[in-house]
């Protein structure tokens, strides 16, 4: 499988992955199309969003990730085959677990990213990194029914936390 997107979803309430990214290949591509999330809000999931086992080429941008039980995002599993992600102009906060837990053996690019308020800490493991900061979100609401969810206000610092000053995080 190779050439997935999703985009401007919001996934919410499921029991183990709002979103689990492998795609269960055989052989030696096994695991290295490319799979994307792009401006996509996750939250209240068992782990916002995982990149399973040798799984490579796969891009997180501009999501919102909030408020999982366990992790915002694990890139691999333990005793498996490492995985590979990008993750980038993203929000990865209030969650249950890590912001962003890297698995032994997994490895992940990680820019222009607000990680805070995740339970266990921001980052477990060693991605490389560009830009990142652990500045408050600054959200607008957190309670699903305002029409203001997971939205950044122009006065807060996400909102020219990105490349050349612009958002970052799926809403603004």
Known sequence: ??????????????????????DGSQGTTAGSGSMRSDYDVVYDNGIGIQVARASTNRTISHATVYSNVADGVKVGEAGQTGSKATITTSLITGNGGYGLWLVTGSSATLSYTGLSSNSLG???????????????????????????????????????????????GARY
């Open 122 to 168: 921001n980052i477990k493991g060693s991605p490389s990194q560009t830009s990142n900061n652990t500045q408050s979100a600054g959200y607008l609401s957190t309670s699903p029914a305002a029409s203001g969810f997971l939205k950044i206000g122009t006065s807060s610092y996400q909102y020219k936390a990105g490349p050349k000053g612009t958002p970052v």
């Open 1 to 22: 499988m190779s050439g997935v997107a999703l985009k401007k979803n919001v996934v919410h309430d499921n029991r183990r992955y709002g979103i689990y990214f492998y």
